[in-house]
């Protein structure tokens, strides 16, 4: 876990790393425009982390299919930290436009692709949460669980998987909808609240 908590160190420190400390006003003004996208992947990355964290402090579970598990989301975290950071720098580029500095807009069908990569990770992340949980369900008896911890259990795999789903469905979307329709690919992914909610 410690080794864990190390990757996603990382993992933040990637989302900054490539900036050099500003040597002047316009400098730090230009820094400071990339805040909003660095707090959404920062705040994104935290949820992984803390959902990590809460599985370990709830399973006293350290076999190797946990920590193969384990290896498999420290491996998409650090792998989609800069394909997360660009979707955001672009989302808020277009929100909140910027004068001469401001990333290339992208084009329809790099905005289908970005997506799809994006989704896949996304999916990845919540794909492996499901399977430890289920994991965790599947040793209840020698885990001694509680009949409301075995209830938790199998509600977080639930939960999981509709966030998995919802990946699934940004990026069928972004695979076959019209280009002229990509920006609905990304545009999914506000379902999850109505989704979880449901």
Known sequence: EGAAEGVFAVALTLLVVSLEGPRSFNELMHTMRGFPAFAVCFGMLFQVWWRHYKFFRAYDLEDSYVIVLTGCLLFV????VYPLKFMFDSLFAGLLPRR???PHPMQAYQLANASAIYAVGFMAVFVVFALLYH????CRA???LSELDVFEARSAIGHHLVSASVGLLS???????PIRLSPLAPTAFSLLGPFHWA
């Not at 990026?171 to 076959?176: C, R, S, W």
């Open 142 to 144: 020698a885990l001694e």
């Open 100 to 102: 001469g500095d401001a």
């Open 171 to 177: 990026l069928i979307l972004a695979l076959t909808l």
């Open 135 to 138: 994991h965790a369900w599947r």
């Open 77 to 80: 975290v650090m792998f989609y």
